[in-house]
């Protein structure tokens, strides 16, 4: 059985530019998760295409998670098309898809999704943003990502011309009793650590109940630092 809960928060921002969705039909589950990126006054428009798109392109399609990415960068290129501002609708993306007892997802951004297993973090993707590519040279550690001053500089999202595509696809993995996958934009996970994560998935009954209690630990952690929106959606297999 699969079961889920979502927030989006405006954090101390002046509207809320994250936008979240869950799709649960006859092709099984699609979690969708975008953050408009800021500065540019149209990031709750690029976020709402995106998520609307990957799930029309979901129950269009049947399940192909490559097409709920391509046709979100479509209209949203169609869209700054439209109102004649190119470059300036732009969004990360990340998304889950759950059929039968099989996972897999996808991301292009900094919008993560993390993977628990057996309560351990088993992995989580990886930002395409300069602060990640720093720690994977070995430049920096994996730690300061969450404060590096490049943090923001994002080096893939949707709302730019391709040459070819830009998001990420993870193989297929086979669900077990207990798994639990978190998705979330970087309002939410730069302000809780991983063990907090994990150390609150074992304390929770519920997906809803977890994101409460990281919740609680992402404002303790961020009060007082003009926290950006957060948004993340909790799933859990039993």
């Known amino acids: 059985m699969i079961t889920y809960g979502a927030i989006s928060k405006i954090g101390d921002r002046g509207n809320n530019e ?3 969705n869950i799709c649960a039909g006859s092709a099984g589950y699609l979690f969708a998760l975008a953050d408009g990126l800021g500065g540019h006054g149209l990031g709750d428009v690029a976020s709402k ?3 609307e798109q990957a799930i029309a392109a979901f129950q269009d399609s049947g399940g192909d998670l490559a097409r709920c990415f391509s046709q979100a960068q479509e209209q949203i290129l169609a869209e700054q098309k439209r109102r ?3 470059n300036e609708i732009k969004t990360t993306l990340v998304c889950l898809r759950i059929v039968g007892n099989a996972a897999r997802w996808g991301h292009v951004g900094d919008s993560r999704l993390y993977y628990f297993s057996k309560n351990k973090l088993i992995r989580r993707s ?3 943003s300069v602060s990640q590519a720093l720690a ?5 550690k994996e730690k300061d990502i969450r404060r590096h001053e490049d943090r923001n500089r ?3 999202v949707i709302g ?9 696809l993870s193989e297929e993995v086979d669900l077990n009793k207990g798994d639990a996958f978190l998705l979330c934009s970087d309002g939410f996970w730069e302000w809780i650590e991983d063990k907090a994560m994990l150390k609150t998935m074992k304390n929770a009954g519920t997906p809803k109940q977890w994101l409460g209690l990281m919740e609680e630990e992402v404002l303790r952690n961020g009060r007082g630092n003009n926290m950006d929106n957060y948004s993340a959606i909790a799933v859990f297999v039993s």
């Open 84 to 86: 004649q501002v190119k």
């Open 18 to 20: 994250d936008c979240v």
């Open 154 to 156: 994002l080096l893939r």
């Open 126 to 128: 990886f930002d395409h």
């Open 49 to 51: 295409i995106a998520v």
């Open 160 to 168: 730019i011309e391709w040459d070819s595509p830009k998001y990420e």
């Open 136 to 140: 994977a040279a070995g430049e920096i």
